[in-house]
């Protein structure tokens, strides 16, 4: 039993980190560092970066533009990034549509949407949840009705990410009403430019919208969009799931904001004198924190294991998504208790690029509440941590 | 042993609840929030007719008895309405300085325009080095003739933009944190030498950054004797701590209220998610934590009320606050967690009284401070 590198993972790892050192952009760095939000010509500016250097879309087959490194390769690639702050692509397009296309989709289907996906021509986003149908997703109403060469899609998308800046979005909708709900879902490609798509923006409590709702209205959708057959969606959406639970623990931020919650802590007043990282209660809580990072690490690496040796991703992701979670979450309490009264001011803008005035309050500590209000939906989204902790009784424990 | 209230004090709660009822739905509270003053003077002014601004001073001052259970029912009252009127800071934290360092005319002035709603106070107590030891102020207040130089940077001061007059404490002698040396002045705050950068804060209350440069004051503007208003400024923060308190006890109260409803309403897999035995027994630790938080925020008002040392009651209000922000954050983030998405939107007041409890928590210290705190004294 070892988790040691080999020598040539080890020269990986230091390529990796020379590249970010030279290629990731100085001025994205400095918005990461200060906890300005990026916006979308940044993220794709990386993203094409990544692209010439042929490191887009690391978990891709060689055929469609992928690379070809082991399961360890891109845990590492993961995991430089992640302690760099160098961002993950928005994952809709590169991981989450993407596979299944590559698994589902015509050829015709794949030449026409990879290619711009790894390039980044593309924005794609997300329609699966609706109002009523949340964590009970097959329960979904969107409809989309058959008329000759096209569907007719009506109803309605909710906790769609950043589709303001998407061409397409993915859906799952509704094409058989008379058969368990399961097995009456379609999944079809919408271009975002269609007749009848309006969006509506949901700004969270961080102030940002960095979701929407989306209505669809009569909208027109070429039968060719859609992907596999019909019906099977919920199949490819089950997929798709799966390929979405890589690098789902966040170690590798976790490790950034562990550190970064040190620094901080060594340069906060107590009010007594001291500085907070002499705090024993403090100290004592980010310990806790650094043991269960570990713990968390250990039990990413034995689930990198398995994958390497063939298995198939099991239960274990929602013991990582759970975990990484709830652990982040801990974290952003202890940036606001860090940050003290100076997270009290609710000034967005100043987090947002092209911000131009004098931040409130040191450093970025006007973000921490932001942060640990946005972030309590990782316990939601994704499958929220209720439904992981029923896959685990199903699935694991048998009950 | 009673508990029940007194029947003044039942009036008093009904004559809030009636008015938050009535005048306080969720829209008005965010039309009020996006007004040019970000507080509704309006509101205020009912508050004096209504008497609300008498409840925080004695009646020998010219109020209506001033005691801390008192001041626990309207404010219990307030946090479920999570009001965005500046009351604890105006009212409870300068109100309860001014009562105890003030002398003369003076205070009866100062009060007699408090009580009336004329007189906007802010308290300025807390600097970039302090965290929440109001003991630790480095603002100079140095002599000069009959006047008084101060210089410093108040940061948190909550009420700031729209306050008359703002309470500095401010150091005449010693190092920064000796308890001895630190007065309190009134200061104008169109003095000039004075400059404030303004904010909403996360809970839509309005608080200000002031940094004072060369301020002249008259020596008499200080309240009370130099040098020995920390004592002073304790009690007050002790008072308006079980202010914040009761008000979160509110507001979790809300929480739970509506997270219960929520999940009666809310379903999913075809059943209403509360008949998940795993929701509900989450929702019943939800209660346990909002009952635990009332009974201690119930103590702490008392031990004030009464006859203890001022170590006691040091003691008790840490206890409640400590035992509060523990409150705030299980009720809190599982009134999010049980909504799920939905509570994490600008358009349920949820997510406000969330933001709101959240402040709440580290108004006057976070429950770790005063964990801390306890232990010592």
């Known amino acids: 039993m070892n988790a040691d590198f080999t020598a040539e993972e080890l020269a990986f790892q230091e390529e990796v980190r020379e590249f970010l050192r030279s290629e990731f952009p100085a001025d994205l760095k400095t918005k990461v560092d200060a906890s300005v939000r990026l916006d979308k010509e940044d993220m794709v500016r990386w993203q094409k970066i990544l692209f010439e250097k042929g490191w887009a879309a690391p978990t891709w087959p060689v055929e469609h533009g992928g690379t070809s490194w082991s399961h360890t390769q891109r845990h590492i690639f993961a995991t430089e990034m992640g302690l760099y702050g160098a961002p993950e692509p928005i994952p809709f397009g590169m991981k989450m549509v993407a596979p299944v296309i590559m698994a589902y989709g015509t050829e015709e289907q794949k030449q026409r949407f990879l290619p711009d996906i790894l390039e980044s021509n593309s924005w794609w986003c997300q329609g699966y949840s609706e109002p009523n149908a949340g964590s009970d997703l097959a329960s979904l109403k969107t409809a989309a009705v058959r008329d000759g060469d096209e569907y007719i899609v009506n109803g309605s998308k909710t906790w769609n990410t950043l589709g303001q800046y998407a061409d397409w979005i993915f859906c799952l909708v509704r094409t058989d009403n008379t058969v368990k709900k399961q097995e009456g879902i379609s999944f079809l490609l919408i271009d975002m430019k269609t007749p009848g798509i309006t969006l509506k923006p949901i700004v969270l409590l961080d102030g940002f919208p960095e979701v929407n709702e989306v209505f669809f209205d009569d909208v027109r959708v070429p039968a060719e969009n859609l992907i596999g057959e019909e019906n099977k969606g919920w199949t490819y959406a089950k997929v798709l799931l799966t390929h979405e639970r890589t690098n789902i623990a966040g170690v590798p931020r976790g490790k950034r904001r562990l550190k970064a919650l040190k620094n901080i802590a060594a340069e906060t007043d107590d009010g007594f004198g001291g500085k907070m990282i002499d705090s024993a209660s403090f100290k004592h809580r980010l310990a806790e924190v650094e043991i269960e990072l570990k713990a968390l690490e250990y039990s990413e690496l034995r689930t990198l294991a398995a994958l390497s040796v063939g298995k198939a991703p099991g239960p274990e992701s929602s013991i990582l998504k759970i975990v990484g979670t709830e652990l982040a979450q801990r974290m952003d309490e202890m940036f606001v208790e860090l940050a003290g009264y100076n997270c009290l001011p609710f000034v967005p803008e100043q987090f947002e690029p092209g911000f131009a005035g004098e931040p409130i309050g040191p450093g970025n500590s006007a973000s921490a509440a932001l942060t640990y209000f946005n972030n309590r939906k990782l316990s939601i989204f994704g499958g929220s941590n209720e439904i992981q902790r029923n896959i685990i009784s199903k699935a694991v424990l048998g009950l | ?377």
């Open chain 2, 1 to 377: 042993m009673d508990f029940s209230y007194t029947d003044v004090q039942q009036m008093l709660q009904d004559s809030v609840q009636k008015f938050v009822q009535k005048s306080y739905d969720f829209d008005t509270r965010n039309t009020i929030l996006n007004s040019e003053k970000g507080y509704s003077n309006e509101n205020w002014q009912l508050f004096a007719e209504l008497g609300w601004l008498a409840v925080p001073f004695s009646e020998e001052d010219g109020g209506l008895g001033g005691s801390a259970v008192d001041l626990m029912v309207i404010m219990e009252e307030f946090g479920k309405a999570n009001l965005i009127e500046p009351y604890t800071a105006a009212a409870v934290l300068s109100g309860s300085l001014v009562a105890e360092l003030a002398t003369g005319e003076a205070k009866t002035m100062l009060v007699e325009s408090i009580i009336g709603g004329e007189l906007l106070l802010a308290s300025a107590f807390a600097e970039p080095g302090s965290r929440f030891n109001p003991g630790s102020v480095a603002t100079s207040a140095t002599a000069d003739g009959d006047d008084v130089i101060l210089n410093g940077t108040k940061v948190a001061v909550e009420n700031g933009p729209n306050a008359n007059k703002l309470l500095v404490s401010a150091r005449e002698s010693g190092d920064v944190r000796d308890a001895q040396g630190i007065s309190v002045f009134v200061v104008d705050a169109s003095t000039p030498g004075i400059s404030m950068r303004s904010y909403q804060t996360v809970d839509g209350k309005m608080a200000s950054e002031v940094t004072l440069t060369d301020v002249k004051v008259p020596a008499s503007n200080r309240l009370g004797e130099a040098g020995a208003a920390l004592p002073a400024i304790e009690v007050a923060t002790n008072r308006a701590i079980v202010a914040v308190s009761a008000e979160a006890v509110g507001a979790l109260e809300v929480l739970l209220q509506k997270t219960v409803e929520y999940s009666k309403t809310r379903k999913q897999f075809g059943t209403p998610i509360g008949t998940f035995q795993a929701l509900q027994h989450r929702m019943a630790d939800m209660f346990i934590q909002c009952q635990l938080a009332r009974s201690i925020v119930i103590m702490a008002a008392m031990i004030l009320d009464g006859d203890d040392s001022a170590e006691e009651k040091a003691r008790a209000v840490a206890a409640a606050k400590s035992r509060i922000g523990k409150a705030i954050k299980d009720v809190g983030q599982e009134a999010i967690q049980i909504h799920g998405g939905i509570a994490m939107t600008e358009e349920l007041d949820v997510g406000h009284l969330f933001k709101r409890v959240t402040a709440l928590d580290l108004a006057f210290g976070d429950g770790d401070y005063h964990t801390q705190r306890f232990a010592q004294l």
